[in-house]
C-alpha cells in the first residue's frame, strides 16, 4: 500500500451492493429484498438497547422501529424488545 501504511487483514466486514443499493455486513453479496442483510453462523442481531425515557423521547417513530427498552415507564411496561405501529406493542418481554 502506497502512503507508508501497511497491509492489514480487516476483522470486520461489510458491503454496499451498488445496484440495488443495499448493505451486507458479513457478506459480500446481501439479498436483494432486504435492505440490511446481516449474515452469521455464530452471532445474532442486537437492537438498539435503551431505557423507556429513552425510547419515549424518539420524536415521531416510524412505523416497524423496533427497539430493546431496559426498564419500564407508564408507555413501556415491560422491559423486552418493543415495536412501533400506530403506537409502541411489546413484542417479547424479558
Known amino acids: 500500500l502506497g502512503g507508508g501504511f501497511a497491509p492489514f487483514t480487516p476483522t470486520w466486514q461489510i458491503a454496499i451492493h451498488g445496484s440495488t443499493n443495499n448493505v451486507g455486513v458479513g457478506t459480500l453479496t446481501p439479498n436483494a429484498s432486504a435492505k440490511l442483510d446481516v449474515s452469521s453462523t455464530t452471532q445474532g442481531f442486537l437492537p438498539p438497547r ?6 419515549s423521547a424518539i420524536a415521531s417513530p416510524a412505523k416497524s422501529l423496533i427497539v430493546y427498552v431496559t426498564d419500564t415507564n407508564g408507555t413501556f411496561t415491560s422491559a423486552g424488545i418493543w415495536i412501533y405501529t ?3 406493542k411489546l413484542i417479547l418481554a424479558e
Request: glycine share 0%; aromatic share 12%.
Open 86 to 88: 400506530t403506537s409502541w
Open 50 to 55: 435503551m431505557t423507556a425515557t429513552q425510547a
